[in-house]
């Protein structure tokens, strides 16, 4: 892992982190335009957890993702157009226009879809596992399930049954914990008895790592070595990326419940400077330039494109008409 990402991988970490960030600003604006329907969730300030967590993983690997999934959709290889076709409702949408921004699902991809529980992305990654785990058995492969989830997640139930079950029948799954300091409005503090949620992977038996969620290549390495592991038959591991929520929880959210310190301290942490400030000994500030500007003009071209895409067409369902001819 010494010489991993390499130069050529933090540099497209970059690119889709920066894609991400303006996917969201543009969201933002189609949202005041009324072009959206419903709040969106954006993860201004966490892209190096969504883009670093599923680098490694490839097409076979499956996904569970939250209502803040669009670095999740980015960094599991969901394309901009169908992303943004989605979200509009349009039918060239990964869905067909039906799913909206929090239940996008690409199987193609992996990514199997979210839903709208709290930690529901949870169990599902679980059994995930447990269908890769006798798949490898039968055919030698090294398929893993991915979880990303909440610190809010983490206080329900279900997260601590998923846990114990994938560490006693050693599941292919990782669960990489999005810490963003909130859950809704309610700071961390006041949902856990604890500040650091990796300690409890000690009691599921599972090993656990800590790792700044702001730097991509620490969120990468930490990652991949669970997903190697996952890989070689060892069992699930839980890896906790300690980030900030630089936005309200939603559109719909008015704030104020955030200090001016702490976002200030967190603004001086913004993950695609420190990524782009790692890469300045390697590549030049022009080329980081060059990449940055394709991936913004990548983002324009889906939503232009998106916004001139048809509504999805919708035809009644004639067995479940009152007066179906053929009901009995």
């Not at 889709?16 to 009324?34: D, T, Y």
């Not at 999934?69 to 039906?98: D, F, Q, W």
């Amino acid at each position: 892992m010494r010489n991993s990402p390499t130069i050529d991988e933090q540099i497209e970490m970059l690119r889709r982190m920066i894609a991400v960030r303006h996917l969201e600003e543009r969201l933002g604006e189609l949202h005041k335009a009324g072009k959206t329907r419903g709040p969106i969730h954006r993860c201004d300030g966490q892209e190096a957890v969504g883009i670093g967590a599923t680098a490694m993983l490839d097409a076979s690997d499956l996904l569970t993702s939250t209502h803040r999934g669009h670095a999740h959709y980015v960094g599991k290889g969901v394309g901009l157009h169908p992303i943004v076709a989605e979200i509009l409702g349009r039918s060239t949408g990964t869905c067909a226009g039906r799913a909206g921004h929090m239940l996008i699902a690409d199987v193609a991809n992996g990514l199997l879809g979210g839903n709208a529980i709290v930690g529901g992305g949870i169990p599902a990654a679980t059994g995930f596992a447990v269908s890769l785990q006798m798949r490898n058995r039968a055919d030698g492969g090294a398929r893993v399930a991915m979880c990303l989830f909440g610190d809010g997640a983490a206080q329900t139930g279900i997260c601590h049954e998923s846990m114990n079950i994938a560490a006693l029948w050693k599941l292919p799954v990782v669960f990489v914990l999005e810490h963003n300091q909130y859950g809704l409005t309610a700071h961390h503090s006041t949902q856990s008895s604890v500040p650091d949620l990796v300690v409890r992977a000690a009691g599921y038996g599972m090993p656990g790592d800590s790792v700044d969620g702001n730097d991509i290549t620490a969120v990468y390495r930490a990652v991949a070595a669970a997903v190697d592991r996952a890989r070689r038959g060892e069992g699930p591991s839980l890896v906790e990326a300690k980030t900030y929520r630089m936005v309200g929880f939603s559109t719909s959210d008015v704030g104020g419940y955030q200090s001016a310190e702490d976002r200030a301290a967190w603004r001086e942490r913004d993950p695609i400077v420190l990524a782009r400030r790692s890469l300045a000994a390697s590549v030049s500030p022009a080329h980081l330039d060059a990449v940055g500007a394709e991936a913004r003009a990548a983002v324009d071209a889906a939503v232009d494109q998106a916004l001139a895409d048809p509504l999805p067409g919708f035809v009644d369902h004639a067995p479940s008409a009152p007066y179906y001819a053929g009901a009995v």
